[in-house]
């Protein structure tokens, strides 16, 4: 499943997301330092692929000034989409035709169509993000950039690296794109204070023009919302394991909810492997 996650705040979302924005060039970094100027990755949003870093950042600083918010308050937020192997080795099938293992197998051309169908998402994803907070809110009256990345490291603290198959720091293998995405806290155009932080499911009010008003951002609807609209975007056929409300109920659920999806998951896969003989 797709997961959409929400990053804790520091210190350094209550000031210029400068700091945030120059950390996102690492992989570019890396591609110049490589002379594969081509595979670099810019900033977008919703309406433009191509955006400069000091750019990125002056578009969610400015959002944010002359809109009353207090000094101790988070000016910006982080967001990730996180895609699983499977569905981003269905994506570049699309737009390959063949198995892709990890990007440098695609050529320039395919590469740059892999990138554009991650973009088209993350875009179906700030729609998602704005309808969510229930408050006729559109992807129109918020500020965000976004960046696509490829590569992930392994940390100190993951199993290959403390059991000594992996050093930490080193490149992982497969197909590692993710999303990194800033947004800001404000309403473009209003005095409108929009937190992913302040979720509905615990509260039921939303801080507009200062006035206490029903609404919020219930975080679990926006995966429920991301994987629909990736399955729809991409025709992707989703199995029951792989399925955000399938997990929330294993975590989550009662115990005859979680024996009941089991057993599911159990004759899905057995159903499966039947086909799989079959053909």
């Given at each position: 499943?797709?997961?959409?996650?929400?990053?804790?705040?520091?210190?350094?979302?209550?000031?210029?997301?400068?700091?945030?924005?120059?950390?996102?060039?690492?992989?570019?970094?890396?591609?110049?330092?490589?002379?594969?100027?081509?595979?670099?990755?810019?900033?977008?949003?919703?309406?433009?692929?191509?955006?400069?870093?000091?750019?990125a950042i002056d578009?969610?600083?400015?959002?944010?000034?002359?809109?009353?918010?207090?000094?101790?308050?988070?000016?910006?937020?982080?967001?990730?989409?996180?895609?699983?192997?499977?569905?981003?080795?269905?994506?570049?099938?699309?737009?390959?035709?063949?198995?892709?293992?990890?990007?440098?197998?695609?050529?320039?051309?395919?590469?740059?169509?892999?990138?554009?169908?991650?973009?088209?998402?993350?875009?179906?994803?700030m729609m998602n993000?704005?309808?969510?907070?229930?408050?006729?809110?559109?992807?129109?009256?918020?500020?965000?950039?976004?960046?696509?990345?490829?590569?992930?490291?392994?940390?100190?603290?993951?199993?290959?690296?403390?059991?000594?198959?992996?050093?930490?720091?080193?490149?992982?293998?497969?197909?590692?794109?993710?999303?990194?995405?800033?947004?800001?806290?404000?309403?473009?155009?209003?005095?409108?204070?929009?937190?992913?932080?302040?979720?509905?499911?615990?509260?039921?009010?939303?801080?507009?023009?200062?006035?206490?008003?029903?609404?919020?951002?219930?975080?679990?609807?926006?995966?429920?919302?991301?994987?629909?609209?990736?399955?729809?975007?991409?025709?992707?056929?989703?199995?029951?394991?792989?399925?955000?409300?399938?997990?929330?109920?294993?975590?989550?659920?009662?115990?005859?909810?979680?024996?009941?999806?089991?057993?599911?998951?159990?004759?899905?896969?057995?159903?499966?492997?039947?086909?799989?003989?079959?053909?």
């Open positions: 499943m797709p997961v959409s996650i929400v990053h804790k705040t520091s210190g350094d979302n209550k000031g210029s997301c400068t700091k945030y924005g120059f950390y996102l060039n690492k992989e570019n970094q890396e591609y110049i330092k490589q002379n594969q100027h081509e595979r670099q990755q810019f900033f977008f949003n919703q309406d433009n692929d191509k955006i400069s870093t000091i750019k578009m969610i600083d400015t959002n944010a000034k002359g809109k009353g918010l207090r000094k101790n308050v988070d000016r910006y937020f982080t967001l990730t989409i996180n895609l699983s192997e499977k569905e981003l080795k269905h994506i570049a099938k699309l737009v390959s035709g063949k198995e892709i293992r990890d990007v440098k197998d695609l050529n320039q051309e395919e590469y740059k169509k892999y990138n554009q169908a991650i973009r088209s998402y993350s875009r179906k994803c993000y704005a309808k969510n907070f229930n408050k006729n809110i559109t992807y129109k009256d918020i500020s965000w950039f976004a960046k696509v990345e490829h590569q992930r490291r392994y940390k100190g603290y993951e199993d290959e690296v403390i059991k000594g198959k992996e050093k930490s720091g080193a490149i992982k293998p497969g197909l590692q794109t993710h999303v990194h995405i800033t947004v800001s806290r404000m309403h473009k155009y209003q005095r409108i204070n929009l937190s992913p932080r302040t979720n509905a499911r615990k509260s039921d009010k939303l801080t507009l023009n200062g006035i206490k008003r029903s609404g919020g951002f219930d975080r679990s609807n926006w995966k429920q919302l991301n994987e629909d609209s990736f399955d729809k975007m991409f025709g992707y056929s989703r199995s029951l394991e792989e399925k955000f409300e399938t997990h929330r109920i294993l975590k989550n659920g009662c115990i005859e909810e979680q024996i009941a999806m089991k057993s599911l998951i159990e004759k899905e896969n057995q159903r499966d492997n039947i086909n799989q003989i079959s053909y």
